[in-house]
């Protein structure tokens, strides 16, 4: 095998991260600041920088490889020009990366939050979001929110249970994306620590409405830039699907941020920037501010309440119900002929195991389904077919 200069190449993510020091902002995340829960010497010694790692390490999880095929708003719709979720993030990364380079902040750090952020969705988006959550809570094991399962498969599931031993900045900043709740501006909450980020999750867990802040920087781009890469994106599908056509959206919307998704980013991703330099916070401007909340409000009457594309909904809550009911079934029979035990639990560590009940187990095989996959679960006849709109 051959043998590397391990300290020729040590010395170089030295320089790397001294040249960090006087090229970032002092606002920025350095990557000598990135801390693990469990010390890695591989790492110490060796040339990647710690975000960098961390960006690897979620490229190279099975949650990231399913992102293909996990719905981002339009799910059973046979249009390979739809975003689905593995689209969505990346959009999010350059979006951010683009936002965080004006700002001179870690973009390692911004990629690994943005490539990371949903990987603990449910197949069907964010309507499988809330049957799974029905689901949970029914069986006492808390609400189910796709970026507390975005940590749960992380730090619990991948690598069989061993987790990938991602940095804390990297875990609070997925933990804390929310692009559903619209800020205006958001300011780091910096200095946490792996306890608190336990009991953010906890918190979070008992009252979805609990607020989380970003504890960097690149965590508050990050989870702005959420919101800057789908709201224009989700018009586009929508107007490709007939749901919607551009002359509908308002007119005073419209006149502040345009009316395609390309000039929708460029105007609100330039605000961002324009109102965020030498700050330690990100910031829309009042008027901008305004005018994207209502275009979300738009977005969710016009598109996300239409009932064009919500004609399966109830079936799909339906078999969430069964489906979890049949696995909870087979790990309490011990039913080792199922495909929880034959493909999800196969040589899981023990650990996994003593930590989990049956209910978070089954939660943890469900969210990682692709859609694909959980309609092969379900029994042929009830299977609903793809829409036409």
């Known amino acids: 095998m ?34 693990r829960r469990e010390p890695e010497q591989r790492l110490v010694d060796g040339y990647r920088q710690c975000f960098s790692v961390d960006v690897d390490r979620i490229l190279h999880s099975r949650a990231y490889s399913r992102y293909i095929d996990k719905t981002q708003v339009f799910y059973l719709i046979k249009n390979d020009h739809i975003t689905h979720r593995v689209l969505h993030v990346q959009l999010v990364s350059k979006i951010a990366r683009t936002i965080g380079r004006c700002l001179k902040l870690n973009e390692d750090l911004i990629e690994a939050i943005a490539l990371g952020h949903d990987i603990g969705h449910t197949p069907f988006g964010h309507d499988g979001e809330r049957f799974l959550s029905d689901c949970c809570r029914k069986n006492d094991i808390g609400h189910f929110q796709h970026n507390l399962q975005s940590i749960q498969f992380l730090e619990r599931v991948e690598r069989k249970g061993s987790g990938w031993n991602l940095c804390l900045q990297t875990l609070d900043g997925i933990l804390c994306h929310d692009g559903e709740v619209h800020n205006d501006k958001l300011r780091p909450q910096r200095n946490k620590s792996f306890e608190q980020l336990a009991r953010e999750i906890e918190l979070k867990k008992e009252n979805p409405s609990h607020p989380l802040v970003p504890m960097t920087l690149e965590g508050c781009v990050v989870r702005m830039a959420d919101t800057v890469s789908y709201v224009g994106r989700d018009i586009e599908d929508a107007i490709r699907l007939g749901l919607i056509t551009r002359s509908e959206i308002p007119r005073h919307i419209a006149a502040v ?21 030498d700050r330690d916070g990100v910031a829309f401007s009042p008027t901008v501010s305004e005018a994207l909340q209502a275009l979300k409000a738009f977005n969710l009457e016009r598109i996300y309440r239409n009932p064009r594309i919500k004609q399966h909904t109830e079936t799909i809550r339906s078999l969430f119900g069964d489906l979890f009911r049949m696995y909870l079934a087979d790990i309490e029979r011990a039913n080792k002929s199922s495909v929880i035990f034959r493909q999800f639990l196969k040589g899981m560590a023990p650990a996994y195991l003593q930590r989990h009940k049956p209910a978070e187990i089954v939660r943890d095989f469900i969210a990682g389904m692709t859609d694909d996959y959980f309609l092969s679960q379900c029994p042929a006849d009830r299977r609903p077919g793809y829409l036409r709109i």
């Open 2 to 35: 051959t043998k590397f200069d391990t300290r020729l190449l040590a010395a170089n993510r030295k320089l790397m991260e001294q040249n960090e020091s006087t090229a970032l902002s002092s606002a920025a995340t350095l990557s000598s600041e990135g801390v």
């Open 257 to 277: 941020l345009g009316d395609t998704n390309g000039t929708i980013v460029f105007h609100l991703v330039t605000d961002i920037i324009q109102n965020s330099i």
